[in-house]
């Protein structure tokens, strides 16, 4: 990479460091003159420290820089990232900043109602709870932003400013600017983030300088200082997203009896095949991680510049990765890229609701033609000539391509049932072009490394991290990958042993089941596109804001999921973007389906909702048919105007508070606080009562009848005759409502599987 493309860089995501050491003092001086002596200490170039120092307009009027100075670019990249052009703001720290303010939730603007919630002032750290947004504000302190600023000098100090890291310095600035705003006045929405801000900017600027460069504009001072306005209306940029298909397919498909122990391994294997499209991208159009906006899921949205050399690049990538799947996966697999240029005006406070979501939606539709017509006629004829493969097929993945001698097992699935633990203990992998590892791209190859390894500079690919942010030489990308297991060997038919839960004889006790957890977030799609599009006639739809938000759904479903999951006998197989898949004993899959939604309830302060389909299966049921039977139970709850689950069978859908409110916390409360003390011929009028809910005919009163003699039998021989009689009026005029009584039914096959005795 240019030298020029370097030192922009680091001007760029450096360039508001001087509000954090402005915050920890107090002094009154302008953060850009205090990040610019605060960087002078590591040996940065003038031209990097020139950024930081005249990053805004009254400072760059007034300065004497040279026509082609990256000051210029930096600042413009600066308001398109602010979404608003500060040239009229001017900066008083003594009128207007409160050096005390915390962030604001990003889910404030977000959808119809206006709300005022904050974030409390921490750095980000794996082993912290969640750091849920709360109705009360908690001041920073100027010791609090000492530390950071200590811990951002201490990391700072152990790189070298080339681009091999590049990455590190994102890392730095994502552990201690996460939950730090970007703006301290009084009289702006702080809800972005300083790490957002600095993170968007530094991905604007490399594309207004490449976007200026691949027409020979040089002349930054008139391009972007004086004629600032007709380069905001100018088609610099591309948004540019993939879509990576046959995900579902890929993971589900398995149903052999090893399939479970390279489950985990093949969701990882996709997900490291997406990353590898993410930088394989970047790394060709000489641009950094800065410049994606969202990446999960399959899925990436990126901020390129509008270069024909970005739309060779684009064309070049699919067509690279396309043709590697069809030699690896036939076409299991395929990728479709969709892109379209804009003008930042149409991104920046004060664009139409209407432009920004034509944005998105040019992209969508482009993606979306593509994964119709996959394939060129000349790509479907050499499919032809190819012919039908025969002979011994993969009893995992049914692949008749490269099996292992005298096993009916391909390539692909052996290592990936070897690499299966590796995900569960190894910290770090890397991608290089030894092919004795795991093939995610063309000419790639995945493979587990150490820390040892990278310090003793050992390793010769690109590294990434797992669930933890690191600094130094090609310590590159970090991973949140939702990874959290229960059970170390991946023998998932343990889940459905009962070990763990025994009754007074100590016999297991609960129905033996394996319980599978589908679901995903409601309209993330429109969320995305249109989110911040209904307030104040959409003056928040800015790149900031949205990406904000997309590393807030990363936070959860990628990173504090796990804590979730903590102490459960379950396993995540799969958290993407917003989409999860979960196996594990029945039970603690309902709970942890229910505590998922409330979290995230909490997390989108209601703003979002998900859905959610829960089954129950046999130990030896194949993976393939758990998914598919779940994905329909997904449907269904889908199905019931959302925010809603599913259970077992698709007639079992309830909306998610009537079903933790109402099913699980009253009726089956009122059911365990008596039958709990019951003995076992007390406990079997309750499948009578079961039968007789399913029997239920309003057209004939006599199953009512049978009811209440059922009831008195019961409280007959009942020793706890009070909590019964609260038992009895419940169901008795439960039985009278429908809905009602199809709530009990839920409730009472609950109990009985939860108190279920072999034999």
Not at 510 to 520: E, H, L
Request: with cysteine.
């Amino acid at each position: 990479m240019e030298e020029k493309l370097i030192n922009l860089f680091y001007g760029a995501a450096l360039h508001d460091i001087g509000k954090v050491v402005q915050r920890s003092t107090g002094q009154k001086v302008r953060h850009s003159q205090l990040g610019s002596e605060f960087l002078e200490r590591f040996g940065f170039s003038k031209e990097v420290l020139n950024q930081v120092k005249y990053h805004h307009y009254h400072e760059l009027s007034g300065a004497t820089l040279p026509a082609d100075s990256l000051a210029y670019v930096t600042y413009l990249a600066d308001n398109i990232a602010s979404g608003t052009d500060r040239r009229q703001s001017g900066e008083d720290p003594a009128k207007q900043w409160d050096s005390q303010l915390c962030l604001e939730d990003v889910f404030n603007k977000f959808g119809t109602q206006s709300s005022k919630r904050y974030f409390q002032p921490r750095v980000l750290r794996i082993e912290d709870a969640p750091n849920f947004a709360e109705n009360q504000a908690k001041a920073f302190s100027n010791s609090l932003y000492a530390g950071i600023v200590d811990r951002i000098e201490g990391n700072l100090s152990t790189i070298s400013f080339t681009e091999d890291y590049f990455d590190s310095v994102l890392n730095v600035l994502e552990a201690t600017l996460s939950f730090i705003p970007s703006s301290t006045n009084r009289k702006e929405v702080a809800d972005i983030s300083l790490y957002d801000h600095m993170k968007v900017t530094a991905g604007f600027a490399s594309c207004i300088y490449q976007f200026l460069s691949a027409h020979n504009r040089t002349d930054y001072r008139q391009e972007l200082f004086k004629h600032a306005d007709s380069f905001y209306r100018e088609k610099a940029f591309v948004l540019a997203s993939f879509d990576l298909s046959g995900i579902q397919e890929f993971i589900y498909t398995i149903t052999s009896s090893g399939a479970h122990k390279q489950l985990r391994s093949r969701s990882f294997y996709l997900d490291m095949i997406s990353e590898w499209i993410v930088d394989s991208l970047l790394s060709t159009c000489s641009l950094t991680r800065a410049n994606i906006m969202y990446a999960g899921g399959g899925h990436a949205y990126f901020i390129l510049p509008n270069t024909l050399e970005t739309k060779e690049n684009l064309n070049k990538i699919e067509a690279a990765f396309n043709a590697f799947f069809l030699d690896r996966f036939s076409t299991k697999l395929f990728v479709a890229f969709g892109a379209t240029d804009f003008a930042a005006n149409e991104v920046m406070q004060g664009n139409t609701l209407a432009t920004y979501r034509a944005i998105f939606r040019r992209v969508s539709k482009e993606i979306s033609e593509k994964k119709v017509q996959r394939y060129t006629p000349d790509v479907l004829i050499q499919m032809n000539h190819g012919g039908k493969k025969i002979g011994r097929e993969c009893t995992v993945c049914h692949t008749v391509d490269r099996l292992l001698d005298g096993e009916n097992k391909c390539q692909l699935c052996d290592a990936l049932e070897r690499f299966s633990r590796d995900i569960q203990r190894e910290a770090f992998f890397e991608v290089t072009e030894e092919p004795n590892g795991l093939p995610i791209g063309p000419e790639a190859y995945l493979h587990k490394t150490s820390e040892e390894a990278i310090k003793k500079q050992q390793t010769l690919g690109r590294i990434y991290s797992k669930n933890n942010f690191y600094t130094g030489l090609n310590q590159g990308v970090h991973l949140w990958v939702a990874d959290y297991s229960g059970n170390r060997n991946n023998e998932f038919s343990s889940y459905a042993e009962r070990e763990w839960s025994k009754d007074t004889n100590g016999k297991p006790l609960g129905i033996k089941r394996i319980g599978v957890m589908r679901c995903d977030v409601d309209d993330l799609g429109y969320g995305f596109m249109a989110g911040f599009s209904h307030q104040s006639d959409g003056i928040y739809n800015t790149f900031s804001r949205t990406a904000a938000f997309s590393r807030s759904m990363s936070l959860f479903f990628k990173l504090y999921i796990n804590q979730f999951a903590k102490d459960k006998h379950l396993t995540i197989v799969y958290s993407g973007g917003d989409d999860v898949f979960v196996l594990g004993a029945w039970d603690d899959v309902l709970i942890f389906g229910m505590e998922l939604r409330q979290n995230f309830i909490r997390w989108t302060n209601g703003k979002l909702t998900l859905s959610a389909g829960i089954g129950q299966f046999a130990d030896k049921t194949p993976i393939n048919i758990m998914a598919r039977l779940t994905g329909d139970l997904e449907d269904a709850a889908k199905a019931n105007g959302k925010d809603s689950i599913c259970l077992f069978d698709s007639q079992n859908t309830f909306k998610f508070d009537v079903f933790i409110d109402d099913i699980w916390q009253n009726k089956l409360g009122l059911i365990q606080s008596f039958f709990h003390s019951q003995n076992e011929r007390g406990k079997v009028f309750l499948y009578k009562l079961l039968q007789l809910i399913q029997k239920r005919d309003e057209n004939d009163r006599i199953s009512f009848a049978r009811l209440a003699y059922y009831l008195a039998r019961i409280e007959n021989e009942a020793t706890d005759k009070i909590a019964f009689q609260t038992f009895k009026l419940s169901l008795k005029e439960a039985f009278e409502d429908k809905e009602e009584i199809r709530k009990y039914e839920m409730a009472l096959m609950l109990y009985l599987y939860e108190t279920r005795k072999e034999g």
